[in-house]
C-alpha cells in the first residue's frame, strides 16, 4: 500500500488563500480513493509540514500561489521546482514553511521521492470566507490536474455516487448556495 | 553617525516582522519593530454565533491553532459563567500541554539554535570526543557514536555537494559563533532527533483532539470526547496508555537533551546573559486549572514591575479582575485611527496606513499595555513571576537549570541573570521541563476521575438576552494570549484578540516607551554590522509568531532582501 497525501493548504479566513482547504474538502465530499490516500486540510502549516511530508511516499499539494500570473492560473511545481527557492522568509506575507520544510525532510532524508504542488493563482487575499468567482472557475482544471497526478502514481480513484457532505463551516450563505459544478 | 538596518523579515517561522535598528560604535542605539501586515481578522467574527468562534479563532495562524480555540471557547465561558466539568478541564490541559511541548522543542532546534551552532564546523568535530563530552552531561542513551557518526556524514555530504538547502542563509563563521566543533556537533545530532519527539507530542494532541492541526473535540462548557473506559470508539484505556507511553518518550528527551542542550549552549556564551533584558515588567496569567469553577492552578500568574520580584503581584484567577481592568490598547504609533488607549471589549480596528515613519506611525500592531506600561511575556514572565511568588515546581527546574549551566560553565549564574536573552532560552527550558512533569500528573488526575464514574464532559450554554462580556486567556508557549468577546443577544457584537507576539512586539506608545523587542536591543555590540546575527538571537529568544495570515507559495523566485543597510 503506497501512502498518498492530499493536502490543501491555506488560510480559510483570507480570500482566495482558502483555496486549499477548499478543495480538500471538495475532493473528500466527490471521491474516493484506493488505500492509503489521506486527504487533509492543513490549514497554514509551518514546519510541522516536515511530519505530514515524511509520513509519506508522494505527496499532493493543493495551495494559492504568487506568481505573476493572471489570477485563476493554474500552475504546478514538482519537488525540484520548489527546492529551487531559498529557504529565507520573504517580506510579502506569504510564508514559504513549505520550501523550507521541503529542504529540512530532504535534509534528513525523509523526504517523499513525488512532490506535486498544485497552484493557483489568487486575486483577493483580503479578510473573507469566501473565494472569488475567477478562484472558483478554475477549480475543476485544479482537479483535473490533481486527478491526473493520481494517475501518474497509478493510485485508484472515482466518484462516489452519492457526495458527502463537504463540512466547509467557514463559509458564507451564498457561496454554500453555488458550489463549484463537479 | 549611525548606520540604519532594516531587517525585514526576522522570523523564520511565516513573516510580517521588520526590525530596524540605527548602529553607532558597533552596537544598537535605537530600535523599532512593526509588522508589515493588517489582519482585521477579528472584524470576521461580528454577528456570528459565540459557540462557532473558537473555529475560526483557530485559523488565525498555522502554527498557533490549538491556543486559540482554547482562549476563544473560555471566553465564552467566561462571558456566560459557565463551568467546566472536571474531564474537561484535564483533557484541555492535556492537549495544551502537548501542544507547547511540541512548540518549545521546535522553538530552540528548528528555529533558534542555529543562532548559536555553527553547522560549518560540524565536519571538524571529533566523535570520541563529542562522546565524552555528551556522556559527562547528560544520561540520554541516543548520545551514541553511531547516532553521532550519521549526524557528522549527513552535514559532511551537504558541504561536499554546495547545496546548502536548508542551511543556505545561516550566518557560518561569523565572529558571535563560539561554540567547539563538538558541542556543535552534539546540538545537531539532537536538532535531527527532536524531529522525532516533536511529532509525538503532536500525536497526543492528535489522539485527544481528534486530529492536528486542528483540534476538533472543543465545545464551549467542555469537551467533545466521549469517555468510555472499555470502548474503542471512546476515550479508552488503550489510547490513554498510549497517551502515557508517548509523553514518558517526550519527557525523557525534554530532560535529557532539551534541558541540557539550552544549559550547554549558554555555559559557553556567558556574555548573552548581560545582553538582551529590555523591558523587566513581566506578566503571566495562571493557567492549567485544577477544578471546574477555576479557582486553582497548576501554573501561576501575576506580574512584576520594574523588575521587583519582591513586589511580585498575584492574580488569583485566569480572568482575574486585575487584569482584566488593566489592559488597553494604543494605536499612537500603529496604522489605525485613534486618539486614546482603548480597552479591548471596546477596541476598534480603523486602519489608517502612512507608511512607515519611525517619528510617527510604523507598525500593523497595536500597542498593548498593563496599567499603561508595557509588558513583556512569554515563558520568562512565566517563571519569574512563579519564582517570585515561591512556586516549588518553577524552583525546582529554575534552580536545576541554573546549577547545570553553573557547573558545565564554571561561572556563577544568578537568577537576575535570566532577565537576558539567553535567559529567555533557560526560562523556555525550565517550563518545558515543568509542562512535562505536569503533563503526566494531569494524564493521572483524568484517569482517576473517570476511575470514580465520573465520565461528565459538558456543560450546556445558555445564552441570555442582552449583552454579556467575557475574556478568555491562555499562558501560550510565547506568553499571555486573551480573547476578549462582547455577546448581544446570543451573537458576538466585538472580538479582539491581544496575542502574546503583539505584547513583545509592540511599538512605541503615545509617551514614547518602547516595546520589548526593541527595548531588549538597544546597546546590543554587533561584531560585523553587515551580518546582524546578535539583532536575530535577541529577536528570536522571545519566539516571534507574527503570522496568523496567509500562507501562499511564493512562485515568482525573487530574492528579497534580507538585510539592508542604510
Redesign the interface.
Known sequence: MKRILIGG??????GD?GVGPYVARLLAAHYEFEEGVEVI????????L??QL?ANEAVILI??????ADPGTV?L?RKA????????????????????AL??A?????APADVL?V?IQ?ES?E???SLTKTVKASLDQLIAEVMSELDRLGVKHCRRNQPIDLGI??ASEEQLESPVAL | MANRITI?????????L?IDVEVDNNAVSNAWASC??W???E??LKGRDPR?AW??TQ?????C?TVHAMASVRSVEDALKLQVPLNAQYIRNLILIAHAL?DHI?HFY??SALDWVDVLQIPKADIGATTKLAESISPWTRNSREEFQAAQD?VKA?AASGQL?????GYWGHPAMRLSPEVNLLAFTHY?QA?EY??KA?QVVGILGGK???IQNLTVGGVANAIDLDSTSALDMDKLEMIRELLSEVVRFVNEVYFIDVCAVASMYPDWFKIGKGVNNYLAVPDLPLDSAGSSYDLPGGYIMNGNIGGVHTFKTAADKDFRDGVSEDVAHAYYHGDKPLHPYKGVTDPDFTGWNGDQKYSWVKAPRFNGAPMQVGPLAQVLVGFAQGHALTKKYAVKAIDTIGAVGHFQVTPGMLESTLGRHGARAIRCAMLGELAQKHLGLLIDNVAKGDYSVHNVPVFPSGEVEGVGTHEAPRGTLSHWIVVKDGKIKNYQAVVPSTWNASPRDASGAHGPYEASLLHTPLAKPEEPLEVLRTIHSFDPCM?C?????????R??A?VKIL
Not at chain 2, 538547502?165 to 542563509?169: C, E, R
Open positions: 493548504i491555506g488560510n480559510v479566513l483570507l488563500d486540510d492543513l490549514g497554514t502549516p509551518a514546519l510541522d516536515i511530519d515524511s495551495d494559492s500561489v504568487h506568481a505573476d500552475l511545481y521546482d520548489i527546492m529551487r527557492h531559498a529557504p529565507s522568509v520573504r517580506m510579502d506575507p506569504h510564508s514559504p514553511a513549505l520550501v523550507d529542504l529540512s530532504e535534509l534528513f532524508g525523509v504542488l497552484g489568487g487575499f479578510p473573507s470566507c463551516w467557514w | 525585514d523579515p526576522i522570523t523564520r517561522i511565516e513573516g510580517h521588520r508589515t501586515m489582519r482585521g481578522i472584524n470576521i462557532d473555529l475560526f485559523r488565525f495562524c498555522g502554527v491553532t511540541h521546535v528548528q528555529l549527513r551537504v538547502g536548508i542551511f543556505m542563509n535531527v524531529l516533536q511529532r503532536l492536528t492541526p486542528h503570522a495570515a496567509c500562507h501562499t507559495f511564493d512562485a515568482s523566485g530574492q528579497i534580507k
